[in-house]
């Protein structure tokens, strides 16, 4: 990616265009870190929506919390697709916290197993394994986007290309005949 600002060029420096590239987002690792980042962004507010459907019925308080996650999520993982690097310290923190909220909760899925409680949509065995699997995701998630801070996606380089347009030397002086 790359953007022209167009700048005045220093006297007695010939006409050029400043182009502005950045060198890291090249790289093969870094852009399987973004895409890995992307995914398990993605899948996080997959999971935490499936399990906010199927146990729709049974959820007491936890349905705002459920319904931010999944759109903080998908909104980070939107930011994260554009290179924008700040969003992955905000998504490993994030994923720490639904990670706690996951092994938690996923025990107390399997609890409702027995008489007495209300069935959800989806069975409680599967909630609960669904709830225990999203910790593993966000402890990739934590890794894969604490790698992609440290890879530097926001180091940009100027370079110059000449304006093919400009006279780079002028007129030639003139001769005797």
Do not use: C
């Not at 100027?158 to 002086?173: H, I, Q």
């Amino acid at each position: 990616m790359s953007s022209e600002p167009q700048r005045e060029p220093a006297p007695g420096q010939p006409s050029a265009r400043v182009v502005i590239t950045h060198p890291n987002r090249s790289k093969p690792v870094v852009q399987a870190t973004r895409a890995t980042v992307v995914l398990l962004l993605l899948a996080s507010a997959g999971l935490v929506l499936i399990v906010t459907a199927g146990g729709w019925t049974v959820l007491q308080s936890a349905k705002p919390v459920e319904i931010a996650y999944i759109a903080i999520y998908i909104t980070l993982a939107f930011f994260a697709a554009r290179w924008n690097r700040g969003v992955l310290p905000v998504a490993a923190v994030l994923a720490v916290l639904l990670g706690i909220f996951a092994l938690v909760a996923g025990p107390s899925w399997f609890a409702r197993d027995k008489t007495g409680f209300e069935e959800p949509s989806l069975s409680a065995g599967l909630l609960g394994t669904l709830t225990l699997l999203i910790v593993p995701v966000q402890m990739l998630l934590v890794a894969f986007a604490m790698r992609g801070f440290s890879q530097g996606w926001n180091v940009e380089v100027e370079r110059y290309e000449a304006d093919p347009a400009a006279r780079l030397y002028g007129d030639a002086p003139p001769h005797p005949a």
